[in-house]
């Protein structure tokens, strides 16, 4: 059974064998993903023209600054010589109820046994991978529209359009820090030490902050229009931002090294 709603937000579980859905039906779903077929299978011993030997052209790699992205499944006809794609399918395997409004983000905890959302009913909640509601983190006075789980588990970080910033204990779901003056922001990420947490603003503005002392480390402005997304990559050594384009900063000098225009 899949959502009544639109899907506004998907994590995929740190294994990669399910994904979180959060949608505007008020509700999370918990996704297993099977991946079936041999994708290394040869081609086809049809009759006519495709029937053959012949070796089978490897994928083409992805493009510069971006992965590859899934096809829809299919298979050669007669003569074709082609083999059939892996299927691919989801099966629902828990449903997360309990919010009262739409489940604008998703996240998993980083050792994947949990599923945080945060909604626009101003709350954000910790599930159990089987779909019990732990604990709820209350306190923001407008929808909480982005998220995100420090690397160790113990914090979460969440984003409201209250234009607060707010940084919780994952435990017994207490406000530890509540960040202001950080514009209208719309995109949170943190970086994979654990150390830093960045902000995107509707203004073009990202702010590097530190979880240590919840200080602005460094400030980063942007001609692209309002941060809608962010991203860090696994070294620590670049960030993402998505705008009117996407942009790949460095985070040690907070400069623009290379654009992507759409």
């Known amino acids: 059974v899949g959502h009544s709603g639109p899907v506004a937000s998907v994590a995929v579980a740190p294994d990669g064998k399910s994904l979180a859905t959060g949608s505007f039906d008020r509700s999370a779903r918990v996704w297993a993903i099977e991946l079936g077929g041999d994708p290394a ?29 899934a096809g829809r499944d299919g298979s050669g006809g007669a003569g074709a010589g082609a083999g059939r794609a892996p299927s691919r399918r989801a099966k629902c395997k828990h449903i997360m109820r309990g919010h009262d409004a739409a489940v604008r983000a998703v996240a998993y905890t980083p050792d994947g046994t949990m599923v945080v959302t945060g909604s626009d009913d101003k709350t954000a909640a910790l599930w159990s991978h089987d779909g019990f509601l732990i604990r709820d983190f209350k306190g923001h006075e407008d929808g909480v529209d982005a998220l995100a789980v420090t690397p160790d588990g113990a914090q979460l970080v969440t984003q ?29 990420a943190l970086t994979p030490d654990g150390q830093s ?24 402005g942007s001609d692209s229009g309002a941060i809608n997304a962010l991203a860090v990559t696994k ?6 931002t998505g705008a009117r384009g996407v942009s790949v900063w460095s985070l040690a000098t907070g400069t623009v090294v290379r654009q992507f225009k759409f």
């Open 235 to 240: 070294n620590d050594a670049w960030f993402v």
């Open 160 to 188: 409201s359009n209250d234009h607060t910033v707010r940084l919780w204990n994952m435990t017994d779901g207490s406000l530890v820090h509540l960040f202001r003056r950080l514009g209208f922001v719309q995109a949170v």
């Open 197 to 220: 947490l960045l902000t995107g603003s509707r203004d073009g503005t990202v702010r590097v902050l530190s979880l240590d002392d919840w200080d602005v480390q460094q400030t980063c």
């Open 41 to 69: 299978a040869g081609a086809g011993a049809g009759a006519g023209a495709g029937a053959g030997g012949g070796k089978r052209r490897p994928p083409p790699a992805p493009p510069q600054g971006g992965d590859g992205a």
